[in-house]
């Protein structure tokens, strides 16, 4: 399919900010924005890139009353050659698609989704920061836009990509957060939406994350929601654990997200000299093996912070702490390779860039 380009009006164009040490985490948006319609009947039409604008919608649309909604997130980096890299979207791609069918959404073509990021990427590419810790986030998502209050699939959607610049995702720098094990709320149940990206799983987690902050605790983890008793992620980041040089993280069990860092850690740390494993982990067990000295360190992994230190773990009565208020060694060593390659500084050994043209 081709893509039209739409002119994009003198008025239309924004004035880029001059700090990119004060970008912050999506609160900046590029000129144009890519937009493809799904009409039943039809399937995928209208591909255009156009001036980024607000949409004029139905107040009846789906996507407002049954959150009929996915999206995914993932970043590209100018490089000091001035290449643009992407970092494994096909793996994006793929989970957009596993989102889309949980959702029954109409799936997107591979090569529309890589296609229409890269096209979008390569006109705004002068939006792409290059100060150390930023790059341009990209947002792919799909919305349900039929009129209609029945409760049912829609018949008519939007795809749409946005491209944001960033700066670091944490304003204080790579520094250790403090995380309260969540033992009220539940994320996400077996059968339910966990490994799906879309907006209500996190609809519902704010209320947990809201309370955790009011006590002082940068983010929440999950349990399992059947026995609440096996952990599970961190709502935008997948948890690991170092024993010594062995890294834990849960098995994908069906409610937790499949995260591209993740599954890049996992890939990653064997060639470090770390062991890998995927198992179970029983809260009462790890805050035994925190006691016991046996956990050297724990790290959460998503595309928007990359590694997020662990500092700080608290489970009911129990408030532990792990490197006293430092970057562990092997959570640094993960970082730094991880972005090494993503930003042309280490050798790419598994061929996860892919350039924009
Ligand atoms: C996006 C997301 C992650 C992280 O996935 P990445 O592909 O590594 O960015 C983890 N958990 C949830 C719930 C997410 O939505």
């Not at 937009?35 to 789906?62: H, M, S």
């Not at 096909?90 to 698609?97: C, D, G, P, S, T």
């Not at 077996?190 to 519902?204: H, I, Q, R, V």
């Amino acid at each position: 399919m081709d893509i039209v380009v739409l002119p994009l009006p003198p008025e239309k164009m924004k004035t880029k900010t001059a700090d990119q040490s004060r970008l912050g985490f999506g609160k900046h948006f590029t000129d144009r924005m890519l937009l493809v319609e799904w009409k039943a009947g039809q399937g995928w039409c209208d591909a255009r890139i156009k001036p980024y604008e607000p949409f004029v919608l139905d107040p009846a649309c789906t996507v407002f009353h049954y959150a009929q909604e996915i999206f995914e997130g993932l970043k590209a980096y100018k490089w000091a050659d001035g290449r643009i890299a992407l970092f494994r979207p096909e793996m994006n791609a793929r989970r957009f698609n596993q989102s889309a069918e949980r959702i029954c959404m109409p799936e997107v073509p591979e090569e529309l989704f890589l296609k229409g990021i890269e096209q979008l990427v390569s006109l705004e590419r002068n939006w792409i920061p290059t100060a150390p810790g930023t790059s341009l986030y990209i947002r792919p998502t799909m919305i349900a836009v039929e009129p209609v209050l029945g409760v049912h699939p829609s018949n008519h959607y939007y795809f749409y990509v946005i491209l944001s610049p960033v700066g670091a995702y944490y304003a204080a720098g790579f520094n250790p957060v403090s995380i309260l094990v969540e033992d009220q709320y539940v994320r996400a149940a077996p059968g339910g939406t966990g490994e799906a990206k879309t907006g209500g799983n996190y609809a519902s987690s704010l209320k947990a994350g809201l309370e955790a902050k009011k006590k002082g605790y940068d983010q929440v983890l999950w349990l399992d929601g059947r026995e609440r008793r096996f952990i599970e992620e961190v709502g935008a980041m997948n948890m690991f654990f170092a024993y010594g040089d062995t890294i834990v993280t849960a098995p994908l069990n069906g409610s937790i997200l499949s995260g591209v860092t993740r599954d890049s850690v996992l890939k990653l740390a064997p060639t470090l000299g770390y062991r890998v494993e995927e198992r179970q982990i029983d809260v009462n067990e790890l805050f035994n093996d925190i006691r016991a000295g046996k956990v050297t360190e724990a790290f959460g992994s998503g595309t928007a912070a990359v590694i997020t230190p662990v500092d700080k773990l608290c489970y009911k009565d129990a408030c532990l702490q792990l490197t006293e208020g430092k970057v562990g060694r092997i959570t640094q060593k993960l970082y730094d390779t991880l972005t090494g390659v993503q930003t042309g500084k280490l050798k790419d050994e598994f061929g996860w860039i892919r350039f924009v043209e």
